[in-house]
């Protein structure tokens, strides 16, 4: 085999994962849409719709990952994983990620009935997260952690909300803001496991550039709500 053609040698941990991270420039803090809200520019509509959309995505986190759970042999790895199920829908006295949605919708003016009957989710909303849990159901469960992956730059954009929006929109409820509170904590966590997992798997050139693929096709996922909810709801100046 020629030099030209001899393969790469893969990029060294620490490197790996710095370009991973870099991807977060892509992440949708940075749509349009989500500066905006973010920003207190959002009026009350656009605050709603942005609440139901995101529900769809928050009911079928699970989902995704009881997928994960199915496609992975690795009984340790099964062990962690499942405390994002438990995260979401509930257990014991917690009522989990998804409830903790719903009381957001309550406090920004929704009814219950309009969120879970899903009324208003965007066909550009249900495409792209569909497009990820069948992603999960399909691929082999190493490239579904790393999917994952945009929870990388999760924490950042919890913290800001929790800084911004009791300012921004003192009408809404704080305790409304509580699945952000809880996902400042819980994302951490979830990045260590995910890292791990995908620093060790994706350990040739090939697989690494696989790797930062498979996050941007994610993040593509993200940025695909946005740009629905941009298109229904409008961006203010």
Known sequence: MSQDTAPQAPWGRDEFEARLRERGAAYHIHHPF??????????????????????????SIPIKDAAVL????????????????????GHGDDAGGIEAWVRLGLAVG????????LRHV???TRFAVDAYVNFCRQRPWQ???????????????????????????????????????NRTTQARRDVEQGLAVTLEYFDTRELQQRALQ?????????????DAMALRYGVNP
């Open 110 to 117: 929704l009814q219950r009935d309009e969120i879970e009957d």
């Open 122 to 124: 965007l066909p550009g």
């Open 214 to 226: 498979i996050l941007q096709f994610k993040l593509d996922v993200l940025w695909q709500m946005n």
């Open 143 to 181: 490239e579904s952690v790393c999917a994952s992956l945009t929870e990388l730059f999760a924490p950042k954009i919890h913290k800001e909300r929790l800084a911004n929006w009791p300012q921004h929109y003192p009408w809404i409820d704080s305790e409304g803001l509580q699945y952000f509170r």
């Open 34 to 59: 989500n500066v905006m809200l973010n920003g207190g520019r959002a009026t009350p509509e656009q605050i709603r719709g942005w609440v139901a959309n995101r529900y769809y995505y928050q009911i």
């Open 70 to 89: 199915s496609n992975c042999p690795d009984r340790e790895v099964r062990r962690q994983w499942i405390q994002r199920i438990l995260d979401h829908d």
